[in-house]
């Protein structure tokens, strides 16, 4: 099994700062892309960035410049670092990955977790 685990969420005053994990763990041979995604309140989920396993990035407009995502391979662990937050950033940030569970698996599975909340305050 592998499981997916977020963490990070809170209250945030606009302007402020906010950092999110999640950590994979289980059968893991290896992770290719780790992504972030959030869904606002009332709306439909949307892609915030990812990072493949080579480090390249890409990043939703809304949040280009202000959102950073960082990983530590060793770790199986992606980051979701956000500055500069806004009050429409206010959402439950979830974590897909991208994930060979052995040596053997022809494929790879996409995993999600449970999610976690970021409210931001005016």
């Known amino acids: 099994q592998v499981q997916l685990v977020e963490s990070g969420g809170g209250l945030v005053q606009a302007g402020g700062s906010l950092r999110l994990s999640c950590a994979a763990s289980?059968?893991?041979?290896?992770?290719?892309?780790m992504t972030w995604y959030r869904q606002p309140p009332g709306k439909q989920r949307e892609l915030v960035g990812c990072m493949a396993s080579g480090g390249e990035t890409s990043y939703a407009d809304s949040v280009k410049g202000r959102f950073t995502i960082s990983r530590d391979n060793a770790k199986n662990t992606v980051y979701l670092q956000m500055n500069s937050l806004k009050p429409e950033d206010t959402a439950v940030y979830y974590c897909?990955?991208?994930?060979?569970?052995?040596?053997?698996?022809?494929?790879?599975?996409?995993?999600w977790g449970k999610g976690t909340l970021v409210t931001g305050s005016s």
């Open positions: 289980g059968s893991i041979f290896r992770i290719n892309i």
């Open positions: 897909n990955a991208n994930i060979r569970r052995s040596l053997f698996d022809t494929r790879a599975t996409n995993y």
